[in-house]
């Protein structure tokens, strides 16, 4: 305030003077913005750029699969519902015997 506001004259001499690096500096608020830019936003806008390319190309291409084979086997498997008991019967009593093979062999 001292040397800005009650003396105007005063501080446009020491503006241009040998104090102008330090008046710009401290006008510049010691670049903190700048600096903070530079080490916080930009990496962190390039994280938040590299996590949605991922999410789109790697996440949502797992979602989509897994949608795409529960309906392929949802188509498959409504091939062997028929309704009759005794083919489910048939059927478990095959898969009980591929088992006991499997164990006994």
């Given at each position: 305030w001292r040397w800005?506001?009650?003396?105007p004259r005063e501080?446009?001499?020491?503006?241009?003077?040998?104090?102008?690096?330090?008046?710009?500096?401290?006008?510049?608020?010691?670049?903190?913005d700048e600096l903070y830019d530079a080490a916080v936003v930009r990496p962190y806008y390039g994280l938040c750029n590299a996590s949605e390319r991922f999410d789109v190309r790697?996440?949502?291409?797992?979602?989509?699969?897994?949608?795409?084979?529960?309906r392929l086997a949802g188509h498959v498997l409504k091939l062997f519902q028929t309704g009759y008991v005794r083919n489910y019967a048939l059927t478990f009593l095959f898969g009980a015997a591929v088992v006991l093979w499997l164990i006994l062999r």
């Open positions: 800005t506001l009650s003396r501080a446009a001499r020491l503006r241009s003077g040998a104090l102008a690096p330090v008046c710009r500096l401290v006008e510049e608020k010691y670049l903190v790697v996440v949502n291409r797992i979602v989509d699969a897994s949608g795409w084979m529960g």
